[in-house]
């Protein structure tokens, strides 16, 4: 490298301290459009839902584009998880600050979820999809959804306990478990702080493993437009444009109630807060753009945490209240179970009281916490409802399985923007957020 050059990443170092303005970023911060991140996934969106309609064997048989790129994020998503929250309680050693941010967390999830499920209730009634549907149950293939409500069994509240307990330290790591990932990572950085000094190069050896694991993420980012492409091509190959349409009415019903969601409630959150919920949108856009093609939200957690980071969040916040988000925060997936239940009960004739509505709110607010890395977690945690609401028949969910995967994208991307925004209000609320630092980061147009 000649005198005076610098390389890509210095470059983005040295750029990361200019003073920015509040409108427009140095001309040096700006990559060319075909070597941004979420131009070169936009294309890849577009070029997969083109083969896979033009070429739908051929589309078919790029899944594995999809899966491999899935496999890379989530094999380095629970180291991600566990190194950031032991150097977060650990380098903090204030188990007092462990204690009122976890319980802050906590508080925000329940409030903000349930409200999810409330507009979901709300927007059914309003609306009532599936009226006039007379749907005959007795006809409908209830074995089509049996894998479904198997695991259904497990989102009981005994079984959730117990599936938040590993096997050993190190299989929580090896399944990848973000509950169990969770447990063992507060417990080992807790055993830390104990110690204290006797393990105070254990802590410094953790800070080191961070931007490792980043840069490991930042190798397989690369391959994210190639996994996208072939994520969207498999999808419209295998269930055809035609399946966009499939019950047009519930899906635009609850986009547009996932929208509006977003605008209203997230909007005004993040007002009061003192920031735009549409620049955070904006400032992970790149992010969404992945969800969107491979329909997974776990795919983008090592990128968000980096980019809250950046925006100003302590990293010991960071490191415990995104994971916690994704177990605990699915607004998203929230605001699906209840309005789905109520489309399933409608289109099969049946007239829901407000006794058995709050019974399902009451049983949608407990199975919908510790769904993440479920297997299509929106309908798992619907059969888990349904199971234990009699009035609605669970044979009625095969209704939805044409639309499953559709839905599943948009509560996947309503849960991450939820997770960001909920990791930055509890940075705030603790006295951890850099507001500076995070104007900062919303105003300037992404680099990627």
């Known amino acids: 490298m000649a005198v005076g050059q610098l390389s890509n990443q210095e470059e983005d170092e040295r750029v990361d301290t200019l003073p920015i303005a509040p409108d427009r970023a140095p001309d040096v911060q700006r990559k060319p459009l075909y070597a941004r991140l979420h131009v070169q996934m936009t294309v890849a969106l577009i070029l997969g839902v083109l083969v896979g309609h033009l070429f739908p064997s051929f589309g078919i048989s790029l899944k594995p584009l999809g899966d491999i790129f899935i496999k890379l994020i989530k094999m380095v998503v629970p180291a991600i998880i566990f190194v950031n929250i032991v150097h977060g309680i650990a380098g903090s050693r204030n188990l007092a600050l462990f204690g009122r941010v976890a319980g802050t967390a906590m508080g925000y999830f329940l409030i903000v979820s349930t409200l999810a499920l409330l507009v979901g209730l709300f927007v059914g009634n309003l609306v009532q999809p599936g009226v006039g549907m007379n749907v005959d149950v007795s006809k409908l293939d209830a074995g089509a959804i049996s894998g479904y409500a198997e695991r259904a069994h497990d989102q009981s509240v005994g079984a959730f306990l117990s599936s938040a307990v590993p096997t050993t330290l190190v299989s929580s790591l090896v399944d990848g478990n973000l509950l169990q990932v969770i447990m063992v990572s507060v417990l080992f950085g807790l055993a830390i702080v104990a110690l204290d000094a006797r393990v105070?190069?254990?802590?410094?050896?953790?800070?080191?493993?961070?931007?490792?694991?980043?840069?490991?993420?930042?190798?397989?980012?690369?391959?994210?437009?190639?996994?996208?492409?072939?994520?969207?091509?498999?999808?419209?190959?295998?269930?055809?444009?035609?399946?966009?349409?499939?019950?047009?009415?519930?899906?635009?019903?609850?986009?547009?109630?996932?929208?509006?969601?977003?605008?209203?409630?997230?909007?005004?959150?993040?007002?009061?807060?003192?920031?735009?919920?549409?620049?955070?949108?904006?400032?992970?856009?790149?992010?969404?753009?992945?969800?969107?093609?491979?329909?997974?939200?776990?795919?983008?957690?090592?990128?968000?945490?980096?980019?809250?980071?950046?925006?100003?969040?302590?990293?010991?916040?960071?490191?415990?209240?995104?994971?916690?988000?994704?177990?605990?925060?699915?607004?998203?997936?929230?605001?699906?179970?209840?309005?789905?239940?109520?489309?399933?009960?409608?289109?099969c004739g049946i007239d829901l009281s407000f006794a058995d509505q709050l019974l399902l709110l009451g049983v949608a607010v407990v199975s919908s916490k510790g769904a993440a890395g479920v297997p299509g977690a929106g309908f798992v945690i619907l059969a888990a409802t349904l199971a234990i609401v009699p009035t609605i028949p669970l044979a009625g969910m095969a209704l939805l399985l044409g639309i499953e995967r559709f839905m599943g994208v948009c509560c996947a991307l309503v849960n991450f923007t939820g997770n960001a925004l909920a990791t930055i209000v509890v940075a705030k609320w603790n006295g951890a957020l850099d507001s500076s630092q995070l104007d900062q980061a919303l105003a300037v147009r992404s680099r990627d």
């Open 200 to 347: 105070g190069s254990i802590v410094s050896a953790f800070e080191d493993l961070i931007p490792i694991l980043f840069k490991i993420t930042g190798y397989i980012m690369h391959f994210a437009p190639i996994g996208v492409f072939g994520a969207m091509a498999y999808t419209i190959g295998e269930y055809g444009l035609a399946s966009l349409w499939s019950l047009a009415g519930l899906v635009g019903l609850f986009y547009a109630t996932a929208l509006g969601f977003v605008v209203v409630v997230f909007g005004l959150i993040a007002h009061f807060c003192g920031f735009s919920i549409f620049r955070l949108v904006a400032y992970i856009r790149t992010e969404l753009l992945v969800i969107l093609g491979t329909s997974s939200s776990e795919t983008a957690m090592p990128n968000l945490m980096e980019k809250l980071e950046r925006a100003g969040c302590q990293k010991s916040i960071v490191g415990l209240v995104l994971p916690m988000g994704y177990s605990f925060n699915l607004d998203g997936t929230n605001i699906y179970i209840t309005l789905a239940a109520l489309f399933v009960a409608n289109a």
